[in-house]
């Protein structure tokens, strides 16, 4: 059973999650404004997409459909971002499992390792207040 039961659902985790972020981290945004990249992800399983617009301060988040332009384009399960949230899954491995897909400069997308780094103590204590596995699933 997916993590996820509905983009509604996940836009909510993701909300709290990067608000907690900016609020508690600034070394956290101001690498990735320093970036200056534009990066969509699109998920499956709930289909959702979360665009962060780094090519100017303040960072800019959209959760859902968007008019940003992304440089970079990560599409992946749900379940994978998941996963790589927690600490649990890194990008090289999902893209050397296939279980991710990197649409841009490859090379530009290793910097999101900071952003993801950052995660790894807010992410289970939102996933908790939502009554959420704080594990990995099996993924496929």
Known sequence: MPVYTSDELMYSVFQE???QIQAT???ATDN???SGLVIRFECRQPRAEVSFD???APLKIE???SQIQPQITVILAADTLHCILLGDLGIRNSLGRGLLELKGPIWKAMSLGDLFRQTQDIYPV???KHNLSTSCPELK
Do not use: N, Q, T
């Open 17 to 19: 999650l990067f608000d």
């Open 63 to 65: 959760y859902g459909p």
């Open 25 to 27: 981290d600034h070394l």
């Open 126 to 128: 939102v996933l908790e």
């Open 54 to 56: 780094a090519s100017r």
């Open 32 to 34: 990735l404004i320093k």
